[in-house]
């Protein structure tokens, strides 16, 4: 689904480059989690393949076509949900009308639907929601496209406690194999129980990229009194001390995705070393 | 390659039209006060001047009104929080630039002469009445008006042009920009005309003192010339005006 070589961006002919040399996969039937540091790159990699910036080098495909050609089938089959935007003075329906006629598969039934199970108010201006509101809506318009690749950008800031699990909620109900989404957030937690698969960009390249399944496999999350020697990474907490080592008796271990950030951010080797000795 | 719907297309030029449907009728509505009072306090005391008079006021609100609309017609495009959903829409960029400028030039014109025309007639009905002046109607096919028309179809290309290239106070920038260059293409043109002709310009004043032996500005022997030459020109803009949009559509890089 996408498929990104080799690629270079910067910002200006004299910036500074944020990618030299990404490279990414992501197939078709995946809900991907985009972890990273502030200004790691993340929203920029997501308009990367968006269409809405384009790289200087390498190679970009997103379901097989080149995002930058901005061809309006492309663009019929990805949806952004931006980290800010903001909406027009017009009633949900109206928006509806007015902008889901240009996707080919627009579903208005589900679009209804999804309106009211997100308590969205029918009569009130879109213009005039909260912020959380707002992306709510945004979110079931863009299911509601049936496009095949959505991209959310921090989707869950701003959105209440039972938002959240609304959230995930929809995401899980609408997903289907011939459809991808790709989320990043700073809110790890958010993305806890909805995501198959975790990227961490860093440093202008992919740190890492593998399913939950294999990390879950390969790494085990315990809180201890004392720091281990054999610890792949370990944070101070109430408890003692929570630590990531090896899953050397095979237990399933929820994956706690803010301690697996601080595990590729501090050490990449370690984990990639540890995923190539088992996949061997 | 260039991609075009009709399907999509009525729908784009539908939504934009909708988009910008709210200031126009609030300027119509601003502009017919104030055509009134003009009517009534200007052309009402001094009927021999009406036509001059409907003319200018045509004029200014057409390339005043026309332009400023022009100027900011792609301002959701640059804005931070409108852009995203802009340009995420299934729409080529030939649609967006088309629907656009439908609307702004020949779409404006069409409603503009149709909106004046309707003030012309209201204020002439109210001169007569209070004034009791019987005065000749707008026609919108005097040379004057044509060539006011052709005017602002050439203005603005450039003004959408500008709008598309400029990120912030487009219209503002526009005429630096024109003005900018007009004085640049004077100075040049000054400047070889010294270089050339050195003895019939003096250093204390900018115009030559004496006629210069040749015309500078090719004169075409026909009239389709002029047209082929205008026509030419206005498809070269639109052509900058998708370049300028096809690369304006990148939010940020190189």
Known sequence: ?280 | MIQFSPRRFGRVIQNDALRIMRPVLYTTVALFGLTMLVYLFRAGRVSDQAQGVQHVLFGCYLIGAGLLLTGVAFQDMHHPLDRYQYLMLPVSSFERLMSRFLLTGPLFVLYGTLAFMAFDIVGKQLVMMYWEIRQPPFSPFTAQTKSLVLWYMLAHLVTLTGGICFRTHAFLKTILFLLGLVLALTLVENAAERMFFPDLFSWTQFENITPLPLELMPRFAVSWMNVAFVVGLCGWMFYVAYVCLRDHEASDGV
């Open chain 1, 1 to 280: 689904m996408i498929d990104v070589k080799n690629l270079g961006f910067r910002y200006s002919r004299r910036g500074e480059t944020l990618f030299s040399n990404l490279n990414l996969h992501l197939p078709a039937g995946t809900i991907c989690g985009l972890l990273g540091a502030n200004g790691a790159g993340k929203s920029t990699l997501l308009r990367l393949i968006a269409g809405l910036s384009f790289p200087q080098s390498g190679h970009c495909r997103v379901l097989d076509r080149e995002p930058r050609q901005r061809n309006p089938a492309f663009l019929a089959e990805v949806f952004l949900l931006p980290e800010e935007f903001q909406l027009p003075a017009l009633q949900p329906a109206s928006y509806a009308r007015r902008y889901g006629g240009l996707y080919p598969r627009f579903d208005y039934p589900m679009f209804h639907r999804l309106l009211g199970e997100l308590q969205i108010p029918h009569q009130q201006k879109l213009s005039t929601l909260s912020q959380g509101q707002k992306k709510k809506f945004l979110l079931a318009f863009g299911l509601a496209t049936q496009a095949r690749l959505l991209i959310l950008d921090e989707p869950t800031n701003g959105l209440d406690i039972p938002s959240k699990t609304q959230f995930r909620r929809l995401l899980i109900d609408h997903f289907d194999p011939g459809r991808s989404f790709l989320i990043s957030t700073h809110q790890s937690y958010d993305l806890q129980g909805l995501i198959d698969s975790v990227m961490v960009l860093a440093q202008g390249e992919v740190l890492l990229h593998e399913t939950v399944e294999t990390l879950e496999s390969q790494l085990q999350t315990t809180v201890e009194q004392k720091q281990p020697a054999d610890a792949l990474y370990s944070e101070r907490s109430l408890e003692g001390f929570k630590v990531i080592r090896r899953n050397e008796n095979g237990e399933g271990s929820r994956l706690d995705l803010e301690m697996l950030f601080g595990l590729a951010i501090t050490g990449p080797a370690k984990i990639r070393e540890l995923l190539r000795r088992e996949a061997a």
